[in-house]
């Protein structure tokens, strides 16, 4: 078998750097984002509801019909055979 050298694999990191990672309590890697938002960016933000962002995808692009097809079947909202 072949080792995994996935850095994001807490296997293959020494100890030291996942004891560390451990005392941040789950905070090592949100250092931004919206909750560190200035709470008047935030509100700016949440009352634009929801069209703040572009989106990930093209609008009729086959990378979004093939990602709401999976988000419907993963949710169970799939067509039975």
Known sequence: MAQNTN???FANRPKEEVAEIARK???ASHTGGFASMDPDK???IASMGGHASSGS???GSEK???AG???GLASGGGASE
């Open 7 to 9: 850095p994001g694999n």
């Open 25 to 27: 309590g789950g905070q």
């Open 42 to 44: 935030q509100k700016e």
């Open 57 to 59: 995808f093209e609008k």
């Open 64 to 66: 979004a019909k093939e």
């Open 69 to 71: 097809r999976k988000g």
